[in-house]
């Protein structure tokens, strides 16, 4: 078993952990599957069955004010100063529910984003991915994670809400001050008073976008829940704010994950680049294999609502658990070779997008815009190469795997 020491607990909470979690998560899912960290403030999960429980088993493993538990480790006089940011967190949203309010919740949204509404969207995501790439030919270059694979998600989800082009560069700067509490239970004072920060001020953007919609309907996304919050109490003001919340951040950082962590791994790898530039039919699997290599998303939280045993220990009510979905998707018992990348491969029940009834609803968009945004450039740039070997991962962000810059030789 890991050793319960200072050392190890602090190598969990290191920025060395985050840009190479893989060896201890190995050693976590051989030796103690479920892992209790007293520095990241609960309970590690790494084996896939194991985090397939905490999906489906919503009875115990809770959505609810999962989030706001990352204040209660303050003393009283200054968790009172965070009343903002746990308020957000304790209104129902679709991230932040269970069944039956989440079922509500996710019916609404989920149909606008189908696979067939997706599908009318391809030409308008080619026209930006053309664009960017127009612009990256001309400046002879392209640092792949602010001119491709940040600019169009935030435009494709700024579009389908609703942003005007004038407000879409605010989206990613609340994204990026939200998420980066995430990930422990036990975060800086300095990340919560940012995240804080940055949900008060999106918080009130789009209760102005509510209001402007309520004034003249509008045939966007917003528009649209603002009619059906009007047409029968299907959603409440509060919770249609910390759903669209949800769209804004989760719409954007799981896609620019996606594009830019798939163009590293393949110019990082050059037999599979090789195998795809001769069989571009192969693009589709090296998506799937990309959400399972580097998960975008590196570990989601659940409250426990009940005491509950998983895998001979005892987790107790008003814990917070870790999936470690990176540690899933390398999980020997489901993946042949695990820790090779290859975009061959036959099984792949990878669940970067989880599971269960929290699937994520933006996943066809989200591996659409992939295949428009990776496809495009590898097209477009066949000799395209990483001008540094060494991947630049944002260690200040626990809850996404993603880079900070990625330039790249055209």
């Known amino acids: 078993m890991p050793a319960k020491n200072a050392d190890f607990e602090e190598l969990l909470v290191s920025p060395e952990f985050v840009a190479d979690p893989y060896p201890l998560l190995e050693r976590l899912r051989q030796e ?13 999960l790494t084996r896939y069955d194991d985090i397939l429980v905490s999906f489906r088993q919503t009875s115990h493993y809770s959505n609810e004010n999962r989030l706001g538990k990352a204040v209660e480790y303050l003393p009283p006089e200054k968790r009172a100063k965070f009343k903002p940011f746990e308020d957000h967190y304790a209104t129902k949203g679709l991230l932040h529910s269970d069944p039956p309010d989440h079922t509500r919740l996710r019916a609404l949204v989920t149909r606008e984003f189908t696979v067939t509404i997706v599908e009318k969207m ?25 001119d491709l694979a940040a600019a169009l998600p935030v435009q494709v989800i700024a579009e389908i809400l609703g942003v005007p082009p004038s407000d879409r560069h605010l989206i990613r700067k609340w994204t990026d001050d939200i ?7 036990k975060p800086s004072e300095g990340d919560l008073s940012r995240a804080q920060d940055a949900l008060i001020d999106i918080r009130s953007y789009i209760k102005g976008m509510i209001e402007e919609r309520r004034r003249q309907a509008r045939g966007d ?26 769209l804004f951040t989760a719409g954007h950082e799981t896609t620019l994950s996606l594009i830019s962590n798939t163009i ?11 195998l795809l530039r001769d069989d571009p039919g192969l693009l589709e ?13 590196s570990r989601q939280t ?10 001979g220990k005892k987790i107790k009510k008003g814990e917070i658990v870790f999936q470690m979905l990176n540690a899933a998707n390398r999980d020997p018992a489901y993946f ?44 477009r740039f066949p000799n395209l190469r990483l001008v540094d070997d060494q991947p630049d991962w944002d260690v200040t962000k626990r809850n996404s795997r993603v880079l900070r810059t990625l330039p790249v030789q055209l």
């Open 302 to 311: 659940r409250l426990m609502k009940d005491d509950t045993e998983l895998a």
């Open 336 to 379: 042949t070779d695990p820790d090779k990348f290859d975009i061959q491969r036959k099984k792949n029940r990878h669940i970067a997008f989880g599971n269960g009834i929290h699937f994520c609803v933006g996943a066809a968009l989200s591996r659409t815009e992939a295949f428009i945004a990776v496809g495009s450039a590898i097209s």
């Open 285 to 297: 699997s090296a998506i799937e294999e990309s959400l399972r290599y580097e998960s975008p998303v």
């Open 221 to 246: 996304l917003m528009g649209k829940f603002v009619a059906a919050e009007s047409e029968g109490q299907r959603l409440s003001e509060a919770e249609l704010i910390n759903t669209c919340v949800t």
């Open 122 to 146: 391809r030409p308008r995501i080619q026209e930006v991915v053309d664009s960017l790439l127009d612009a990256a030919e001309k400046n002879g270059g392209m640092d792949v994670i602010p």
């Open 179 to 185: 998420l980066r509490f995430q990930g422990v239970n």
């Open 264 to 274: 590293y791994t393949l110019l990082a790898n050059d037999d599979q680049y090789q």
């Open 32 to 44: 103690e599957p479920v892992y209790w960290s007293d520095g990241i403030g609960g309970w590690l």
